[in-house]
C-alpha cells in the first residue's frame, strides 16, 4: 500500500482523475464546440467570397450607358500629335485629323523702358478695363506721382494678379431704421435660377433694425450659407456710412447676383475679377529694363484680351496706347509694345486651334476639343508636319477591358461555387466533414449558382441573346464558369454589345438576380449573417461550459489531492510508531 501513496503516484492518481473527467465530461463539448467553430469559420470564408461575387455583379448590373458593356477605346495612329478618349456608348467609327495650328493664349506686352526712369505725373487713381471671353472687370491702381517705369509697372501687375469680383451695396446711415423685407440669390460660377442658388432672405417688417445691424445679419447669413463668398460690413471712414460688400474668394470664380432689393442695389451677372482674367508679369529682357506682360488664362479668339484706359493714362504711359489696344497692333520687335498673336477675326487669327477634320477645316478655342463628337474628346498637343500623313482616329468597343472585367466575375463566381461544392460533400471520415455537408442554405445557394449560370435569362427579346454560353461562356458542373470560345465573346461584345448588357443587367439578368440574392444573405440581418452568429453564440456557450467544467475537475482533483496528501502524513506517522514498537520490542530481548 504504501507504494500507493508515493508522491509520484498520488500525482498519477490525480491525473487519472483528471483525464477520465476529461474524456467522459470535456472532450464532447470541445467536438460540438469545434463542430460550431468550423461553421462558423466556414460560413465567413463563404461570406468573403459572396461579398467579392456580390461587388462584381454591382459593377454589371448597370443599365445605363455608364454600363462597362458600352466602354469605348480609341486607337491614335500619332499620340506625339493629338490624343484620344471616348465615354462609354459613344459612336463606334472613324476618323481623320490633322493639326494645322493649336490654340493659343492671347498675349500682350508693353514697350521696353529704362527701369529708373522716374515718373512724377501720375499720382492718383487709374482705372484700367479687362477683358476676355464673357467678362469684364475693372482695375484700379494707385500711383504717388513717386514711381519709375518698373515701379508703375510692378503695381500694374499686382493689382491685376490681386483683383477679385467684388460687388459693393449701396451706403447707409448706420443709425438709421431699416423695416423692408425681401431676398436676393447669389450664385458662385453659375446663373441665377438654377437649383444651385442660394437665396438669403430677411425680414424687419415688424421688428426693424438699424442698417448698421442690417449689415451685420446680411454678413452673418452669407458667409453661414453661401460657399466662396466673403462678406463684409465696409465702413466709410469719412463718412461712416455702411455698406455690403461681397468678395469672391477664389479668383477663378465668378458671381451672379439677382432679386436684390432697391436699398442694397446689387445685381450684377457673371462678375469675375480681372486675376480670373489674366495673368499678368513684370520682367527685364535686359539689364535696367522692364517690360510688361499680360496673358489671358483661357485660351482661343473668343477669350482674346480687350482693354482700355478708363481713367487715368497708367497703359498709355507703358506703351499700351488706346490705338494700339483698339486697333491690336502686332509687336513690331523686341523693345516695341503690342500684342504677339494676330486676331484680324474669328476665321483669320493666331489663337484658335485650327483643325481639318475628315476633310472639313474647324477652329476651337481650346486644345482640348470635347464638342466635335459625341462623347469623344481630342487632345491636341503638337502640329502636323507637312510631311506628316492625317492621324487615324478609330473608336471601338474595348473588348480587351470588358473581358478583363468578364474574368474577374468568373473568378468570383468560381471562388464562391466552387467553395460550397468542395464543403458541401463528406469523404466518409466523421473528422473530415465538409462546414456545410447537409446544411439547406448552402444547397439553395449553390443551386441558385448553378441555375445561373446554365439557366436562361427571362424576359428578353425573342431572338436575343438569353445564354451565357451564347456568348461563349460555358458552365462545368466540377470548375464552374470558364470562357471556351473567346472569339465568341469578342464577337458579341463588338456586334452586339446591348444584348449582352441586357443578358447580365435586365430586370432578370444574370447581374440583377445575383445581385439581389446575395443581398438578402449579405445583409445585416441576412440569413449568413443570422447563421454565424447563432454558430458563434453556440461556440461561446460551449466555451463557458468548458471552462466552468475545467474549473470544477481542477478543484475536485485539488480535493483529492490534499485526501490523497493527508493518507501519506497518517501512513507516515503509523509507519514511524510501528518502527518505534518494533526497536523498544527488539532492545527488551
Known sequence: MADYLTTSAVDSLVKSYQSAQYSRRVYPLEVRQQKFSTLSSGWGDLKTKLTALKTTASDFKTATDSSLFFTRSVSVSNESVLTATASSNSPQSSYTMRVNQLAKSDLIVSETQASDTAVTTMAGTHTIQIGSGNYTSNVDVELTGTETNETIMEKLSLAINADKAVSLSDSFDPTAVFTGTGSFTIDINDVVGTDTAETISYDYGTTSKTYSEVMDDLVSNINTNVNGVLAEKIIDDITGFVSLQLTVEDSDDSITIGGTSTFLNMDVINEKGASGLANASLFSPATDQSKFSITSKESGYDNRLIMSDVSGSIFNQIGLTSALLTGRTISADDTSAGFIYSSTSSTDNALNAKVAFNGINIQRNSNVITDLVDSVTFNLSAVNKVEDPDVSISVKVDTESITADIKEFITNFNNTYTYIKNNSYSSGDKDNRGAFVGDSTARSLMS???????????????????????????????????????SKLETSLEENASQV?????STNGIANTLYDTLDNYLGVDGSISNLIKSYDSNVTYYNTKIETINKSIDKTADILRGQYESLQMQLLTLTYSYNSMNALSSGGY
Open 501 to 505: 448588357a441586357d443578358l447580365f443587367s
Open 448 to 486: 441558385t449558382l448553378t441555375n445561373l449560370a446554365m439557366g436562361q435569362v427571362s424576359g428578353l427579346q425573342t431572338g436575343n441573346l438569353s445564354y451565357l454560353s451564347e456568348i461563349g461562356i460555358s458552365f462545368s458542373p466540377a470548375t464552374g464558369l470558364s470562357i471556351s470560345d473567346s
